[in-house]
Nanobody, 119 residues
Framework: QVQLVESGGGLVQPGGSLRLSCAAS????????MGWYRQAPGKQRELVAA???????NYADSVKGRFTISRDNAKNTVYLQMNSLKPEDTAVYYC?????????????WGQGTQVTVSS
């Protein structure tokens, strides 16, 4: 079993920055991909950014050039640096972790952290 703890959300003005963190803990696991999703009111959950075990990154078109995903494998932690935030970035952000196949290949979700971009 893997637990994910997210932090870093909050209220920020348009043009501001926030950094989200998500730390994974548990017994005997190895992570494949890590990512961030978001869900705005009345909308479906969507992929924001993902990073593979080898460091390959992909981003939603709406955040390219503004958001950066990174990971610290030693700490089993994934980060999302969000710059030039816009009101349309307002959503609950969820961390997602995919374990390696040799550890069951399961998917885990964080509890979500609210990001509100407003003046």
């Amino acid at each position: 079993q893997v637990q994910l703890v997210e932090s870093g959300g909050g209220l920020v003005q348009p043009g501001g920055s926030l950094r989200l963190s998500c730390a994974a803990s548990g017994s005997s696991f190895s992570i494949n991909a890590m990512g961030w999703y978001r869900q705005a009111p009345g909308k479906q959950r969507e992929l924001v950014a993902a990073i593979s075990s080898g460091g390959s990154r992909n981003y939603a078109d709406s955040v390219k050039g503004r958001f950066t995903i990174s990971r610290d494998n030693a700490k089993n932690t994934v980060y999302l640096q969000m710059n030039s935030l816009k009101p349309e970035d307002t959503a609950v952000y969820y961390c997602n972790v995919l374990l390696k196949a040799s550890f069951g290949g399961k998917n885990y979700w964080g509890q979500g952290t609210q990001v509100t971009v407003s003046s």
